[in-house]
């Protein structure tokens, strides 16, 4: 299509605001599985446009991100309430796009996909400016108040990014996304979550890898489906979290995933009601001492099971 300047859309999301021992699991073969029936409907991004600095708006166009997320709020007053604050305080200004670079850049807001639309970043690597997208830096990098690199809208995917240091907060996915081909070189607090006011649904994340999350890999505060297949990562505190305290349904499918460095568990959960399904997966935990009864930290025995 041609014309557009590739200036990215900047839109303000908030309500107003401008602020912007080891173990090792058994061996298996690595089946081919198709994508998730989720986030089918994506419109592809025009090929030939030119690269911006906050990547390409193909795909945004006559669409109004701010309305679209505050669109999503959700019914229960309580989650409404820390939806907005989120908005405001954590997400600030987005900018909507649906293809990246395909080259190294520095991004100051996070990238804003919109429902049923894939994100292609053309295997470009990301970094997020410290001060505007306010990553913690300081050990641990636990605050939670960081910008995350990416909104994912419902049925939205992303594919071919790599995330640089400081993770920051990550990529935030309402519900319904594939998650394909993203490298997470320094995660820090987390690499990927769902938060409690988000929709949920299912959740892929394929051929990818994560490295240093300070706390978990990947963090669920509402109920999902989750596919975890063909990933690696390395030094992590969990590889899976459902949020403490939570006993809402979590499924998690782990096909063909290696884990070394885990501290703390591979799945950590207080649910009843989580179920895990693994085949081919392979972990080693830091330090010594039998961590048998880490590596499904806390979830029901029998809700585990190989494949
Ligand atoms: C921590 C924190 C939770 C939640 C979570 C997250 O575990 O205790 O309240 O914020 O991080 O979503 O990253
Ligand atoms: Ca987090």
Redesign the pocket.
Known sequence: MGGHAGVGAQVDAGLGSQSAGMHAGSAGSAGTSPMMEGGTGAIDAEPGGGAADNGMAVGCTSLDPAQILRDLAPKDADLAGDYADYLTDELGTVTCATEGTGGPRTITQPIFVPPGMEYDGRGETLTADVAAMRCDTSEGEQA?SQRPYFVLAPGASIKNVTITYPGCEGIHMMGDNLLDHITWQDAG??AA?V?SYFPGGKIAITNSEGHKAA?KMF?F?APCDVRIERFSGSDMGKLV?Q??GTEFELKIDLNTVSVTGVISAVVQSDSPLCFVRHHALSYAFTGSGDKADRVFRDVPPGNVSEY
Do not use: F, H, V, Y
Request: hydrophobic share 0%; no cysteine.
């Open positions: 939670e607090e987390d979550s938060r706390d963090q505060n979290r949020n403490g």
